[in-house]
């Protein structure tokens, strides 16, 4: 009857009406496609994957370690990957395609996580219904591969000044320019929009602070004054992503690009279950150690290195000042303290890249990731001897569970002020300097090179 009776009324409509009509239905279904949570990619034949029994769970943090739903202490290592929103609105195979085959090629490098972080005027051009379509979809990846997400804002500057650095782009404006009413709005929507979703493991709150003067120049030499007014910006930020999603780890970074974490030791955050980002990349080290801007603080705090890597451009490995290659170092490091990682980044266009162009082969570098991940697959904390991941060698004879680590050294190749494996605090101070004298003249500024764009042709950097 009611086919019928749509049959009559259609013929009593005027052509030009009905038209409209049928326009208009069809740009709603179109507009429905386009907000669709799920890709349309997404259940295109594959051969199959099998998730853990396990995933997804919620994590916390408690003392120094990230615990998973079960209480055991879980070392996520893992990707980032350039601004999702910025490659899936360009899809473009020349800048790197954000679709089911990069979560894949991650999930097969053995990956437990992938950062994704999204430049402020991306989200800025984009709005909010397109970042989330995006966001969206990088979950429904995510879920189909068993990984989890870590989902930040990609800032370089100092908030509490107001101050960012100026990377200004044709299409887009200045890249990292960032208002906190902005960055307050935009930590709203994901609160909001993940909260419960356990692919969803961490928030990053701001990619890099870094003082800057007034000419927009990184400052040398920070002090504890400069990492409160940080930390109470942070926390600020925190509570408001604490009234939408009250449970989910915050991951707050370091001073100096995110490097610097040594005076979050004596004045950590105010808050509960914090996570702390460094980013030690080959030539970071130039004023502080190692041991002093995270190794030690890795001791009392959940550290995870959020961003590392080297290429001979930006970050040449002959920039690392400690012993041995960069490279073997900085894993041996990480593994030491329990620290987790995600590389930067799985791109052939964003530096220091993964891979090797739209083929998705790894460079060099690339492949030193995609082996260390390799080993140390399934997120336990890692030392020699532990017991491979499900369908890898003969299954571990105990539950899957992180084993107990015990205290004392681990024999590793030299590297420079490394604590020994995670014993039960407290923890003996880490031999060596303190720290390494500043230089005369200040920081140089970061090199980088614009992004493209839709009318810029210059590649992208971080």
């Known amino acids: ?61 408690e003392g120094n370690r990230i615990l998973d739903g079960r209480g055991a202490p879980r070392v996520l290592r893992g990707v980032a990957l350039p601004d999702p929103v910025w490659l899936a609105t360009r899809d473009d195979a020349t800048l790197g395609r954000f679709d089911r085959a990069l979560f894949r090629e991650a999930a097969e490098w053995r990956a437990d996580i992938v950062r994704l972080t999204i430049f402020p005027a991306s989200f800025r051009r984009h709005g909010e219904a397109e970042t989330l379509r995006v966001l969206d979809w990088a979950v429904a990846y995510a879920r189909r591969y068993g990984l989890y997400l870590i989902i930040g804002l990609h800032g370089i500057g100092f908030p509490p000044d107001g101050r960012h650095v100026s990377l200004h782009d044709p299409a887009y404006g200045d890249l990292y320019q960032v208002g906190d009413a902005e960055v307050r709005r935009f930590w709203r929507l994901l609160a909001r929009r993940y909260r419960g979703e356990r692919a969803v493991a961490f928030y990053e709150l701001f990619n890099e602070p870094v003082r800057l003067d007034a000419a927009g120049r990184p400052v040398a030499g920070d002090r504890m004054p400069d990492w409160l007014r940080w930390r109470d910006w942070a926390e600020a930020l925190v509570d408001v992503v604490r009234e939408n999603d009250p449970a989910k780890p915050v991951i707050v970074g370091g001073l100096q690009f995110a490097y610097d974490l040594s005076f979050a030791r004596q004045a950590p955050l105010r808050r509960a279950n914090i996570v702390y980002a460094t980013h030690p990349y080959a030539d970071a080290d130039w004023q502080t150690a190692w041991a002093e801007a995270f190794l030690e603080p890795a001791r009392h705090l959940a550290v995870f290195a959020t961003e590392f890597g080297w290429d001979e451009r930006r970050h040449p490995e002959s920039a690392y000042r400690g012993e041995g290659r960069y490279r073997e170092a900085v894993l041996a490091a990480f593994d030491r303290a329990g620290i987790g990682w995600t590389a930067w980044a799985f791109s052939h266009s964003f530096p220091p890249t993964l891979l090797r162009g739209p083929d998705r082969r790894p460079t060099e570098y690339g492949e030193v990731v995609r082996q260390a991940l390799a080993a140390r697959a399934g997120g336990r904390p890692w030392l020699p001897g532990l017991p491979p991941r499900d369908g890898e060698g003969p299954p571990p004879a105990a539950p899957r569970t992180a084993p107990a680590l015990a205290p004392g050294p681990i024999p590793l190749p030299p590297t420079r002020a490394v604590p020994p494996a995670l014993p039960v605090l407290p923890l003996p101070p880490l031999p060596g300097p303190a720290r390494m004298p500043a230089p005369v003249l200040p920081l140089p500024p970061r090199p980088v090179s614009p992004p493209t764009s839709p009318i810029a042709p210059p590649l992208p950097s971080r």
């Open 1 to 61: 009857m009611r086919q019928e009776e749509g049959r009559r009324l259609a013929g009593r409509m005027p052509e030009p009406v009905l038209g409209r009509a049928v326009a208009a239905l069809l740009v709603a279904l179109l507009a429905m496609a386009a907000c669709s949570r799920e890709p349309p990619d997404l259940n295109a034949p594959e051969p199959p994957w099998i998730l853990p029994a396990e995933y997804p769970q919620a994590f916390r943090v």
